[in-house]
């Protein structure tokens, strides 16, 4: 561009970018609505489902879930965690996931049957459920579902990532609920 430094290019550049992202997605409180009533955002760019049963009864495995500050020892890519008050719709939490600093917001909470939250990271939006399912042998099908929507999500994810993801946080959430089962508090 005539008469435009390089370096200026870049700052306008990244202002459009970051206008781009800011004005793209879903608002807060559409993603507020939809969570509330357990849903995921069904046309975003990224959604995945998964279940999976664990030999233990729904409270063990809500309790081990919902222990937020005790991610670290078992979600797999989480180094820190911090939950700002009690598992109760509207509290904030804190994480760090494969070195990126997330920070979601609880919203529907029916222990010990669904719990969701909504987040966002740099031009992504996320809506996380979770349901449990007690099954008749006292075992808990867990149901696991979110939903990436963003201006540029689709691009910077591969195929079938988040339902890998989703699949290998829930083989570590039937480990730990299970050990607890079976020995009492962690």
């Known amino acids: 561009m005539p008469g435009m430094n390089g370096r200026m290019w870049w700052r306008g550049f990244g202002l459009a970018v970051a206008l781009l992202v800011a004005g793209c997605g879903p608002s807060d409180a559409g993603l507020r609505r939809l969570a509330a009533r357990g849903e995921i955002e069904r046309g975003a760019a990224i959604v995945a ?24 020892g078992w979600f797999p890519g989480v180094s820190a965690a911090r939950i700002e008050g009690p598992v109760a719709s509207g509290t904030r939490f804190d994480w760090t996931k494969r070195g990126r600093r997330l920070r979601s917001m609880l919203v529907l909470v029916d222990r010990p049957r669904a719990l969701s939250w909504i987040g966002r990271s740099w031009a992504a939006a996320a809506i996380r459920v979770v349901r449990l399912t007690p099954l008749p042998d006292g ?9 990436l ?3 540029l999500i689709g691009w910077l994810s591969a195929p079938g990532a988040t339902e890998g993801n989703l699949r290998v946080e829930l083989t570590a959430l039937r480990r730990r609920a299970e050990a607890v089962a079976r020995h009492g508090a962690p």
């Open 49 to 72: 489902e998964v279940r999976l049963s664990i030999a233990a009864p729904p409270e063990v495995v809500w309790r081990v879930f919902t222990d937020v500050d005790a991610w670290p």
């Open 149 to 151: 929507d963003g201006p």
């Open 139 to 147: 075992r808990t099908m867990v149901r696991e579902s979110e939903s």
